[in-house]
């Protein structure tokens, strides 16, 4: 069988997802052979750049006209209808490639590639199955197009909003959850963790997210939980964001907290599993990762769309709690953390939330709509 993942970088959750999807078939299923290709910089590294920098700019700089366009295409408009116009001009750009490899499973793990390939689809240039894996906690009507075989779906309670506003069939629709890669699945020894760190094996430790934030918003919510009376430590992650990196370097010689600063990582679960709370936005693939390890998660910062969704689900499932800025954001976490029982309810939360087969799930649906297709 060849499985051909077709993902883009609007964000980094659409890669991490089908990297998850790719590293899971290699390890663990011999007879497949995959591959992953960049849809965006198939097409053309112009149109790459416009479309991942443009999703930047509008999330970091005018989020507010972000959430606007988010809502408008998630109903009929004028803008909505552009989407499938785009597909149509680009979407000859990835044939070549995709019949060069000839699938029998295309996955695609963002909205205008499924798009796309939907419409070669509809085109008879492409007659691989489509599967969709929707990489947020609230359904979007860009994701939907009608040569998509199934869904993926990070949640039970995005079913019922594709079937009666989306007009997605409910036998295609799995709520299988987000791909993560295995590793955040796997239990581990916290404290011999703690150890390996160097930090407190006995003592909460708060696990901050920052790579994503803005320098300012950051160190202001940093400075806000540091100085509560409590005793913890913080682990800081600040990815490939070196300016916020040196930023906190200057801020830790004077806080009053054990900290540990760690610039760009490849064992996020690491982190992730020492913690007993982590402070992050709530981007789709993060959100995964964190409930993967059944760690509740405190959001800040959510971009209207998305991450808006994203964070409404984890509180509407007491896996979460949101943070202001200032006093708010104090307040909140103070509050968590002399709540012992409130924070064990939200891990028990996370650990019900339980989606580790989430891959091996829709490596059977493979097989079975193959099958059927295979019959027909």
């Not at 909205?111 to 070669?120: A, D, G, R």
């Amino acid at each position: 069988m060849k499985i051909l993942l077709l993902t883009a970088a609007t964000g980094g959750g659409h890669i991490r997802a089908a990297a998850a999807i790719e590293k899971h078939l290699r390890d663990n299923c011999p007879g497949i052979e995959v591959k992953t290709e960049d849809a965006f910089k198939t097409i053309s590294s112009i149109f790459d750049k416009t479309i991942c920098d443009g999703y930047h700019f509008l999330a970091t700089k005018a989020p507010k006209m972000f959430g606007k366009l988010y809502e408008s295409t998630n109903q009929e408009s004028h803008f909505a209808s552009l989407v499938p116009k785009l597909s149509g001009i680009f979407r000859r750009r990835l044939l070549p490639s995709i019949l060069e490899f000839d699938p029998d499973v295309i996955i695609t793990t963002h909205p205008f590639v499924t798009e796309m390939i939907s419409c070669l689809k509809e085109d008879g240039k492409v007659s691989a199955l489509l599967l969709c894996v929707m990489t947020d906690y609230g359904p979007h009507k860009s994701w939907v197009s009608p040569a998509v075989d199934a869904y993926i779906v990070s949640n039970e309670d995005m079913m019922e909003t594709m079937v009666r506003h989306m007009g997605v069939p409910r036998e295609k629709i799995f709520p299988f959850g987000i791909p993560v890669h295995d590793v955040f699945f796997e239990k581990a020894d916290r404290q011999a963790i703690l150890r390996e760190l160097g930090l407190d094996e006995n003592r909460m430790t708060i696990l901050i997210m920052a790579g994503s934030f803005g320098v300012n918003n950051i160190l202001s919510v940093f400075r806000e939980i540091t100085a509560l009376p409590q005793d913890f430590q913080m682990i800081i992650i600040t990815g490939r964001n070196e300016k916020l990196y040196h930023a906190f370097e200057e801020e830790l010689p004077s806080c009053p907290k054990s900290c540990k600063l760690v610039y760009f990582t490849k064992e996020v679960e690491k982190y992730m599993k020492a913690a007993n709370l982590i402070v992050t936005k709530p981007g789709g693939l993060t959100v995964s990762e964190a409930l993967a390890c059944n760690i509740p998660l405190a959001v800040f910062d959510a971009i209207p769309g998305q991450e808006e969704d994203n964070a409404n689900f984890l509180m509407n499932h007491g896996m979460a709690v949101r943070i202001g800025k200032g006093d708010s954001c104090a307040a909140t976490i103070q509050s968590l953390l002399e709540d012992e029982e409130k924070l064990e309810e939200m891990k028990r939360s996370c650990e019900k939330f339980d989606k580790s087969q989430s891959i091996p799930n829709m490596l059977d649906l493979i097989q079975y709509l193959l099958k059927k297709k295979g019959e027909a």
